[in-house]
């Protein structure tokens, strides 16, 4: 009996000191910058010469490459919405940035890995060159090949068959369609500039 009178005892305490005021906070809450304050930006990131493209990935939506990109979907009857990754890139020599565009979505991928495509920039219109299958990032390029489009990089791993860096060169008709039947590297070649990562 005396142990339940103790326990109501202390629990009437906990209710009594859960309706005694707040104690008032020793430092001021911040304050949100008003809305027309100016924003800082980061300070730029610095890359090391030699690692990056003369043209970096695309990080933000690019309305060419977009409308390129939902027209291709369109056309394939696949969803609107398909993630990829993308990357503007000299390709051929010309001085345009061509595209290579990685599509990550159901209807791009398998076991194996997704799709990688390759368009030309003709004018400021990309035309589709080459589709690789089976592909997994990193996606690099590397020295101009025989024909002067610069050689491609992908990494092939998955679907029971071998992992590594396969090197894609064109051959007259585009980029190799299925890299896992190519010879497979253990890494990146030195040259090698990644892209889409």
Known sequence: MRTLASRL???????????????????????????????EAPPPI??????????????AADPQVESTLAAYFEQEGADA???HRTA??????????????????PYFCGSGGCSLL??????????????????????????P??????????????GGGPSGVVHLVDGGSGYPENPSVLPVADALPPEAVVVID
């Not at 610095?46 to 990080?59: I, K, L, Q, Y």
């Not at 001085?95 to 599509?103: E, I, K, N, P, V």
């Not at 090949?145 to 998955?158: K, S």
């Open 9 to 39: 005892a202390f629990a009437g305490c906990l209710v009594l000191a859960g309706c005694s005021e707040p104690a008032p906070p020793t430092e001021a809450p911040s304050q949100a910058p008003a809305p027309d304050a100016p924003i």
């Open 46 to 59: 610095e890359v090391p010469p030699g690692t990056a493209p003369d043209s970096a990935p695309t990080d």
């Open 81 to 83: 919405g398909t993630r």
């Open 88 to 105: 503007r890139v000299d390709l051929d020599g010309d001085g345009q940035d061509d595209l290579l565009a990685y599509l990550e979505g």
């Open 118 to 143: 390759v368009f030309r920039n003709e004018g400021g219109a990309f035309t589709k060159v080459a589709s690789t299958s089976v592909t997994r990032s990193p996606i690099a390029i590397g020295e």
């Open 145 to 158: 090949g025989p024909r002067g489009w610069r050689d491609l990089y992908v990494t092939i791993g998955g």
